[in-house]
């Protein structure tokens, strides 16, 4: 591209370095010692040499989330500037898609699968090269997690458990359930592979629940958590129905007695429950009251008709709940007798 002429050697065979490309123009002008000179042109040419295109990627483990850095490592043997293209193939894609042209991207690939990465250079000249390396995407265990209802369950409560696990990867990944239940005993139990499945403890104390989630490629993920299942003993000691209707007229607390009066003994056992025995506090009448299941109550009637002659004072009545499985379980129910049977006729009259 220039017109003027630089002279680079005097001597016989020269040798030079032509740092340019594109098209010279060399001239040699020799001379005799008796001033005669000849001269002649030849053309020389600098070709352009194509660049070579290479980069790295960092971290090597890579998840749908993760921000991927590349590192162009490309260079061009004439030291020409050189642009860039990036471009992926997704996985399962047979279509190229540019993400960037800077020389150091940083790219998020949310897709797991192999996924092809082509960077492509060129020169000013327009010679070009690529090269393509494969970038994984690796799957991400699935993350195990419930709840249940109620929270705190009493044996023989039908619990609803509620699936929270998900996957990283994708929110509409198909996930398998395996769902074992260990009771205070050590039995192991498949509860099944329902997502959202019921289930009824069988008896009181501390179960062990795991939740094992497995995703379409494998990975796994458990969670495992105790619940304390509470005894659903339940008693009461109670009015006869003609008793209540005074005690309500006149304003009493339910727990408040006369002596004289009837007590109904009432009580709820699990499905484990064989008997339920009340012992008696006062050392008049019966000592051990057996009661009767009809439906899901446990109920009898104590009277006596000493116990017109019980003093005031608070008694307890001890209710004794016997188990299939050999265990005797007991609840207290205190009451207050709170005057004679007479002294109730005549503030009734």
Do not use: C
């Not at 490309?21 to 001379?31: C, S």
């Not at 000849?38 to 483990?61: K, Y």
């Not at 010679?127 to 009493?154: C, D, E, I, M, Y």
């Not at 003994?265 to 000592?287: D, W």
């Amino acid at each position: 591209g220039s017109s003027t002429w630089t002279q680079f050697s005097t001597a016989a065979n020269p040798s030079r370095v032509f740092n340019q490309q594109g098209t010279w123009q060399i001239r040699l002008t020799v001379t005799d010692p008796f001033g005669a000179s000849h001269s002649r042109t030849q053309s020389l040419t600098v070709q352009n040499r194509n660049p070579v295109a290479d980069f790295t990627f960092s971290p090597n483990t890579i998840y749908h989330d993760t921000e991927v850095t590349f590192t162009n490592r490309s260079t061009d043997p004439d030291g020409d500037k050189l642009t860039y293209r990036w471009e992926f193939q997704a996985p399962g894609s047979s279509t190229w898609t540019q993400f960037s042209t800077v020389a150091n991207p940083v790219q998020v690939f949310n897709i797991k699968g192999t996924w092809q990465i082509r960077l492509t250079v060129t020169d000013p000249f327009g010679a070009s090269h690529s090269v393509t390396r494969s970038l994984q995407v690796q799957n991400l265990a699935p993350v195990a997690g419930f709840t249940w209802t109620p929270l705190n369950p009493r044996e023989d409560d039908e619990v609803q458990f509620i699936n929270t696990s998900r996957d990283p990867d994708d929110p509409f990944e198909t996930l398998s359930f395996e769902w074992i239940a260990i009771d205070p005993n050590g039995r192991v139990i498949n509860m099944g592979s329902d997502t959202n499945p019921t289930f009824i403890f069988d008896r009181d104390g501390m179960w062990q629940v795991t939740l094992t989630v497995t995703d379409p490629d494998g990975a796994k993920d458990k969670k495992t958590v105790n619940i304390f299942v509470q005894h659903i003993f339940e008693a009461s000691v109670k009015h006869v129905p003609s008793w209540e209707e005074r005690r309500s007229r006149l304003g009493l607390l339910s727990a408040t007695f006369f002596a004289g009066e009837p007590f109904l003994l009432e009580a709820k056992g699990s499905r484990r429950t064989e008997s339920i025995t009340v012992l008696s506090p006062f050392n008049v009448g019966e000592n051990r009251i057996e009661l009767v299941k009809q439906g899901e109550i446990w109920s009898s009637v104590l009277y006596d008709p000493q116990f017109a002659g019980l003093e005031e004072g608070e008694y307890t009545f001890v209710f004794e709940f016997k188990t299939s499985d050999g265990r005797t379980h007991t609840k207290e129910v205190t009451v207050r007798i709170a005057g004679r049977l007479d002294t109730l006729i005549h503030l009734t009259k």
